[in-house]
Nanobody, 117 residues
């Protein structure tokens, strides 16, 4: 039984910043991939940023240069620093964690980010 608890979402004006966090309820022997998706109304779920042991850190083109993903391995926590936020960043943000390709993906509960003046 694994829970991912998200925090840090909220309302912010364009150009502002938010920092999301996602903490796992326990540690793991290994982690294949962990990161963040988002889903805006009427749009498909989009991969925002992730760590994976199979390649370099990945960012969606729409957030490169503005968002930074980081992690605390000891606490099994992943963060998403979001700077220079735009209205099109408005979405529900979900963190995820997968221990290996054969295992289910664990998801956070989602946190709403709203960027509006």
């Amino acid at each position: 039984q694994v829970q991912l608890v998200e925090s840090g979402g909220g309302f912010v004006q364009p150009g502002g910043s938010l920092r999301l966090s996602c903490a796992a309820s326990r540690s793991f022997f290994t982690i294949d991939s962990m990161g963040w998706y988002r889903q805006a109304p009427g749009k498909e779920r989009e991969l925002v940023a992730r760590f994976t042991k199979y390649g370099p850190t990945l960012y969606a083109d729409s957030v490169k240069g503005r968002f930074t993903i980081s992690k605390d391995n000891a606490q099994t926590t992943v963060y998403l620093q979001m700077n220079n936020l735009k209205p099109e960043d408005t979405a529900i943000y979900y963190c995820y964690l997968r221990t290996d390709f054969a295992s289910p993906t664990y998801w956070g509960q989602g946190t709403q980010v709203t960027v509006s003046s």
